[in-house]
Each structure stands twice: as structure tokens, then as C-alpha cells.
């Protein structure tokens, strides 16, 4: 952010010395930490468009066929060998943070299977009783 400021200062200060040279300079600076800051709060907002891809193919697995623990571990699977086969640490990163996500929202799906078959269950002994 400070390299953006001192570029744009640069320029407006070269623009009124009018040194063409040193106010190319001064606003390709300009450009490349603006570019340099971009790149990384967009690097967020793809993370978080990856992990809800993730969940949208999970539903979308379930749709046609596989149950939700195999759909989990078909795309975790998937995810591991990505992050073996990846020699830039970057996106090798980036693939160990969607696989993290994809172990809480596989958690947080368990829990809810869970609770949705203990109440299922306890329906069940109820209606048993009632006749």
C-alpha cells in the first residue's frame, strides 16, 4: 500500500517538474504494487469460490448417485493427489486449504447426518409403541 502511495506522489510530482522519464517510472511502480495488492485480496475470494465449487459437485455427486461419505472421499482423494503432484507451493497452498475445508464441511455433514438419524430412530420407537 505504501509503495502505491509514494507511486502516485511520484507522479503527480513528476507531472509538475514534467520529467517524462521519471513519471513512467513513478506510475509503473504505481502499477505493480497495484497489481501486487490485487493479486493478493483476490487470492481470498478464489479460495472461496473453489470451496463452494467443492460443495456444489459434493451436492452435485449426491444427485446422481453416490452417497455423501463416498462423494467426500472421492473429492478429498482427488485433492490429496493434487497436492502430491503440485511442485509450486502456492497453489499446493491452495489445494491443502480447500482439503481442510472440505474435512470440516465432511465433519459438520456428519454431525447433521447423525442428528437426522437419531431423530429418525427415535421416531421409529415411538411408533412402535403406539400400537
Known amino acids: 500500500m505504501a509503495a502505491l502511495a509514494i507511486g502516485l506522489g511520484g507522479a503527480v510530482g513528476e507531472l509538475w517538474v514534467q520529467d517524462g522519464l ?9 502499477g505493480i504494487s497495484g497489481y501486487r495488492l490485487w493479486q493478493k485480496n483476490n487470492g481470498e475470494r478464489t ?28 473429492l478429498g482423494s482427488t485433492l490429496k493427489t493434487l497436492i502430491e ?17 472440505l474435512k470440516r464441511s465432511a465433519t459438520k455433514a456428519k454431525a447433521k447426518m447423525k442428528s437426522q ?15
Open 47 to 74: 479460495l472461496t469460490e473453489a470451496i463452494e465449487a467443492d460443495e456444489k459437485a459434493i451436492a452435485l455427486a449426491t444427485r446422481f448417485g453416490y452417497d455423501l461419505p463416498n462423494a467426500y472421499k472421492s
Open 22 to 30: 521519471l513519471l513512467l517510472l513513478a506510475l509503473s511502480l504505481c
Open 117 to 131: 438419524n437419531e431423530g429418525r430412530n427415535r421416531d421409529q420407537r415411538r411408533n412402535r409403541g403406539a400400537y
Open 85 to 101: 503432484q503440485t511442485p509450486n507451493r502456492r497453489q499446493r497452498k491452495k489445494y491443502e486449504e480447500r482439503l481442510q475445508a
